[in-house]
């Protein structure tokens, strides 16, 4: 009858107690260790030089504009795109839908690359139709790029919070005669506005974090995760890369905290392969059309991004000489380390990270012994992390001699692991939520051990959740770009990392067949995955480079 | 339930004492200094209304909470320290938390996999439990396939199945409809007397309490009201607040007048009655007392009728026809008394004025000071 009290004793059951001090040392050991390491790195004198003559004011203006900027436009064309598929009756929203999927799937980056493909110096708009050598680098490159890159991101997230709000609301305000407008200015929007208010601020920390568009086409337009990577990669400057990725996390966890006031710290949104069953309020056939309309326009981006790519990935020198080829993909063979490094890297790290946070999960939310509020937010912490951040934090803490036995792919792993773990995590506690108590203790009281109640009864109810941990990590995995960028060494190199060095190498046709691959590598293993799974969802946290 | 080698009385059954046991949820007091026995192989029914403390009880008996304090004994041994998976207890739960993943064979079978049973004689155990308690045949279905009562009868079974020493029971039937309640609940009390096995069963519905049990522990607040036989909690409650929890009764203020060896002597609304002394203490003259009589040990009389030992006189204020009885409240001195008229027929009930007649080896005496 009375509340608290809990269903896990761990003074009688010793296994149990092992299981939670091992979740807790593995998350103190890689979650707060390498990220503690990376602010301590530059000492308070190193600060202070660094602060004084360091090139960081102009990394962190440019980052705060661009942020601001691309977010801005990015969240409105996300808007439009959301509100089409949520609320108008426009045709061809199964289209709509996939095309949105798609960015979700690949680096962000690739929009970086396609620009060039289309507008760079040799671009098959810029001189190809008119004729012109554009100069595309720097500030409006990176902006234009951006918003292209984070809007699929923007729509998901802000299509999920439209879709959660209650249509019988809106039947009923259209219901007293207000109009379309009326119905979402005076309904809608404030009943949406914390969860379009963290949809904002988590593309914002998307856009901050962005370390690959800016790479490829910032040129002198350095932001904060180009200046840090810069300064190791140009001048072995640790210090200096230290305190420029400190800067970016304060800027980082600044918006996450606000979007945690405003949403409670939901991390991820269901992708589903459906529209909401939900009917709403009919709105004027203009307004569908005009939806229609933008989608198509926004859709035909998205196509121009990803079919250039694979024109170009099967022509023998895009956009000068069109004829067709496979040599590109030979690429495929030289660096076939990296696609299997990646798909390897990619279904291990999924598979440790899901099962890992259910298992925290079953331990923070059907716990009842004190400090588990301090796991729970260390657990959801990377959520916040750059990518950038947390590579560097395990280059500075692992990265030593008594280390030198450590296989440098099972590090890149255990990034992954705990860099995606958020995700997994608050997915096992929501559904948690959803699993009475009673069900556990009959596993219980039937002679089972906690934990042994955990892997027969709670694990396999859990499958939606593991499902949500496992495929958001395997796709983070395969289009992260940051995360990667200090970790690989030669042997444990990817395929962001392998596109990223042949776009510096301007070898355009071996980039683009590397991308096509990678991209089709991990919408072939989402494939199986629902295939296998017996479900019809992808079920997707909005990926991050 | 059918009968079976499932039903050969168990060996492993065990009693249980609870000695001082207290369970506190913050400032909270859920269970208070609480005592009680179970014989082996009884039936016992914790009883009270909800937040008495009643499933905070049992469910520390299974070892889901810690006890602040006390000792709780599974027949020799004391288990405060045991985990719940090793206390030899297994418990029904309310919402009967089938596992919905699982077939009703695997749910039955459950427990003996954890045990390391070998399969063949898992399956065979299941078969057997299964058809002792109806559901031969529906091994291979789903729970969410199931009627509420086919579920609950699994959940039994599941529990059955790994033969444990004390069985648990949370309000198992409280989520049935009326006529299935009462029979799964016959169906409970005479299975576990053909098991033999140790129940303890947790309710708000006294009918149940009354009508399965050996032993009825009576909760209020955390504490035992009263523990004893379902007459004995029926007809000598030990407090007004027993007295009132179960079923209807009359509740009549009186003053003791005279105090002998066995009986007292009672004034009540200008009657006096010798009675029996009721448990404790000796009272004495001038105490204040409660007259505790149940509505079926009073008969109405036409008001001019004599003859009864003690009879007052009243107005019939309603009725109501419940089919096997006919309930008055009849006003006696500006006070409502509830008298059942059993079997009444299909005569014309009483109205006006009329005697209410008693005897007096029906009334029960409740010290006012001990409520």
Not at chain 1, 4 to 10: A, Y
Not at chain 2, 134 to 162: E, F, K, M, N, T
């Amino acid at each position: 009858m009375a509340g608290g009290g809990g269903s896990v004793s761990l003074r009688r059951e010793p296994s149990l107690l092992i299981a939670l001090l091992a979740v807790a040392g593995l998350v103190l050991a890689f979650i707060v260790y390498p990220q503690i390491q990376v602010v301590l790195v530059p000492g308070g004198d190193g600060y202070l030089s660094f602060f004084e003559h360091g090139n960081w004011q102009r990394p962190l203006q440019n980052s705060i504009l661009v942020t601001a900027l691309s977010t801005t436009t990015a969240v409105t064309l996300g808007f439009v795109y959301a509100y089409a598929m949520v609320y108008s009756d426009m045709a061809w929203k199964p289209f709509f839908r996939l095309v949105g999927i798609l960015p979700l799937l690949s680096p962000p980056f690739v929009v970086a690359a396609a620009y060039i493909l289309l507008f760079g110096p040799r671009g098959i708009i810029s001189y190809g139709v008119f004729g012109q050598t554009l100069n595309v680098l720097g500030l409006y490159g990176v902006w234009g790029v951006q918003t292209i890159a984070f809007f699929p991101f923007a729509y998901q997230l802000i299509a999920d919070v439209l879709s959660r709000s209650d249509a019988r609301m809106e039947q009923a305000a259209r219901n007293l005669g207000a109009s379309t407008w009326d119905v979402f200015r005076t309904v809608t929007l404030p009943l949406t506005r914390p969860g379009l208010g963290a949809a904002i601020l988590t593309t914002a920390i998307y856009v901050l974090e962005d370390f690959g568009n800016p790479a490829l086409i910032g040129g002198l337009f350095t932001v904060l995760p180009t200046q840090a990577y810069g300064l190791i990669s140009g001048f072995a400057d640790f210090t200096g890369a230290a305190a420029v990725s400190t800067i970016l996390l304060v800027l980082a966890l600044a918006l996450y905290l606000a979007k945690v006031r405003l949403d409670g710290g939901r991390s991820y949104v269901t992708v589903s392969g459906r529209a909401s069953s939900m009917p709403r309020p009919p709105v004027p056939p203009a307004v569908s059309v005009a939806c229609f309309v933008a989608c198509l326009a926004l859709a035909g981006i998205i196509l121009l991004v990803y079919g250039s790519l694979v024109v170009s990935a099967l022509t023998r020198a895009f956009p000068t000489n069109l004829a067709f080829t496979t040599t590109h993909f030979e690429y495929l063979s030289a660096h076939s380390l990296a696609l299997q490094n990646t798909l390897v890297y990619g279904l291990a790290a999924a598979s440790v990270s899901a099962v890992l946070a259910v298992l925290a999960g079953f331990l923070v939310q059907r716990g009842t012994w004190s400090g588990r509020r301090a796991l729970d937010f260390l657990l959801i912490m990377p959520a916040a992390i750059p990518g950038l951040f947390f590579g560097l934090g395990y280059v500075v803490a692992f990265n030593q001699p008594w280390l030198e036995w450590l296989d440098r792919g099972a590090l890149i792993v255990i990034a992954l692991v705990f860099w995606n773990i958020p995700i997994g995590y608050q997915a096992a506690v929501a559904g948690l939520r959803q699993i009475d108590r009673s069900i556990d203790e009959a596993a219980t009281s039937l002679g089972a051990s906690s934990l042994r109640g955990f892997r027969d009864v709670v694990l396999p109810m859990l499958r939606g959740s593991l499902q949500v941990g496992f495929t958001t990590t395997f796709v983070r995995a395969v289009t992260t770009l940051s995360l990667v960028i200090f970790l690989f060494t030669p042997q444990t190199t990817v395929a962001t990392v392998t596109i990223f060095q042949l776009v510096n190498d301007i070898n355009w046709g071996g980039a683009t067949a590397f991308t096509v691959a990678d991209v089709g590598m991990a919408i072939v293993v989402l494939v199986v995955l629902a295939a296998i799974g017996g479900r019809r969802f992808v079920a997707l946290g909005a990926a991050r480079a | 339930m059918r009968s079976g080698t499932a039903g050969a009385p168990v060996t492993s059954t065990a009693s249980l004492r609870l000695d001082h046991v207290t369970k506190r949820f913050g400032t909270v007091l859920a269970v208070d200094d609480v005592s009680f026995e179970v014989p082996r192989g009884a039936f016992a029914t914790l009883l009270g209304p909800s937040g008495c403390g009643k499933t905070t009880t049992l469910r520390t008996i299974a070892g889901f909470y810690d006890p602040d304090a006390g000792d709780i004994r599974i027949g020799e041994r004391r288990v405060n320290d045991l985990p719940a998976h090793r206390r030899g207890t297994a418990m029904v739960f309310q919402d009967y938390a089938l596992f919905p993943h699982m077939t009703v064979r695997d749910n039955v079978g459950y427990g003996l996999g954890v045990q390391g049973v070998p399969s063949a004689e898992r399956r065979t155990r299941v078969d057997e439990v299964l058809a002792f308690v109806g559901l031969g045949g529906l091994g291979d279905r789903w729970p969410g396939q199931l009627s509420g009562g086919q579920q609950q009868r699994v959940a039994v079974a599941r529990a059955l199945v790994v033969r444990p020493e004390i069985l648990l029971l949370d309000e198992p039937l409280s989520n049935l409809d009326a006529k299935l309640r009462e029979q799964l609940r016959w169906e409970l009390r005479e299975l576990q007397q053909r098991l033999g096995m140790t129940f303890v069963y947790v309710t708000h519905d006294q009918d149940e309490a009354l009508s399965l049990s050996d032993v009825v522990v009576v909760m209020k607040e955390g504490r035992v009201e009263q523990i004893g036989k379902p007459w004995e909690i029926y007809y000598r409650p030990r407090t007004t607040y027993v007295a009132d929890f179960i079923g209807t009764v009359n509740l009549v203020a009186g003053t003791v007048e005279e105090g002998r060896a066995g009986t007292v002597g009672v004034r009540f609304d200008g009657h006096r009655v010798d009675l029996a002394a009721p448990d404790g203490p000796t009272l004495a003259p001038g105490a204040a007392v409660r007259l505790c009589i149940r509505p079926e040990a009073l008969a109405l009389r036409r008001p001019e009728a004599g003859g009864d030992a003690v009879a007052v006189s009243g107005t019939v204020a309603r009725c109501a026809f419940l089919g096997d009885l006919m309930r008055y409240w009849v006003v006696v001195d500006g006070r409502e008394w509830v008298v059942d008229q059993m079997d009444p027929g299909a005569a014309s009930p009483f109205e006006g004025r009329v005697a209410i007649a008693m005897r007096p080896d029906r009334i029960h005496l409740i010290a006012e000071a001990s409520s």
